[in-house]
T-cell receptor
Framework: AQKVTQAQTEISVVEKEDVTLDCVYE???????LFWYKQPPSGELVFLIR??????QNEISGRYSWNFQKSTSSFNFTITASQVVDSAVYFC??????????????FGPGTRLSVLP | GAVVSQHPSWVICKSGTSVKIECRSL??????MFWYRQFPKQSLMLMAT?????????EQGVEKDKFLINHASLTLSTLTVTSAHPEDSSFYIC?????????FGPGTRLTVT
């Protein structure tokens, strides 16, 4: 069965520091999607990224970047020059079906990031 | 940007009654919506994928007869918790697809007494 591990339960950094959130996944499928979501204190989820298993290119979006490495089954998320507004719980997730998001979708336990001023 | 609303934002109901939660995409049409639940201070669980005009696809372990999903239009999906029990108390969240991006509703907190 598929599994997503986020070993860091909580991380605290000081504003402007870079921080990397780890995500390690397990799946027997060769085709799958990986996701990152943000849940700020307000509770409303925010979709950050979707990556399919055939695309190992790293992605950068502003201060956010993602490193996908199939060799280590990892999909790590880095925030550069963190800001207080980045404080949230971040979830990594895995879906095993390319055609249907709804199949075998599993979330990691989440990492709570606190960015201190 | 794309906005998704949920109604109600919170609801308290008695054990044995049914509760309907609405999810609306306000400024776009969504052929696909998702329903999630989140227990306090815990991770999320995808319950089902709601497709407009067809039956929902439920994740393993989710009782389809208990959690009825209807996606009757391109802007509305509903989740009905039938014969609710205290263990159904949770935070229910919906999202709608626009392109390959997802937009989330603010969630509905259900408390069953």
């Amino acid at each position: 069965a598929q599994k997503v591990t986020q070993a860091q339960t909580e991380i605290s950094v000081v504003e402007k520091e870079d921080v990397t959130l780890d995500c390690v996944y397990e799946t027997r499928d060769t085709t799958y999607y990986l996701f990152w979501y943000k849940q700020p204190p307000s509770g409303e989820l925010v979709f950050l990224i979707r990556r399919n298993s055939f695309d190992e290119q790293n992605e950068i979006s502003g201060r956010y970047s993602w490193n996908f490495q199939k060799s280590t089954s990892s999909f790590n998320f880095t925030i550069t020059a963190s800001q207080v507004v980045d404080s949230a719980v971040y979830f990594c997730a895995l879906s095993e079906a390319l055609d249907n998001y709804g199949q075998n979708f599993v979330f990691g336990p989440g990492t709570r990031l606190s960015v201190l001023p | 940007g794309a906005v998704v609303s949920q109604h109600p934002s919170w609801v308290i109901c008695k054990s044995g009654t049914s509760v309907k939660i609405e999810c609306r995409s306000l400024d776009f049409q969504a052929t696909t919506m998702f329903w999630y639940r989140q227990f306090p201070k815990q991770s999320l669980m995808l319950m089902a994928t709601s497709n407009e005009g067809s039956k929902a696809t439920y994740e393993q372990g989710v009782e389809k007869d208990k959690f009825l999903i209807n996606h009757a239009s391109l802007t509305l999906s509903t989740l009905t918790v039938t014969s609710a029990h205290p263990e159904d108390s949770s935070f229910y969240i919906c999202s709608a697809m626009l392109g390959y991006e997802q937009y989330f509703g603010p969630g509905t907190r259900l408390t069953v007494t």
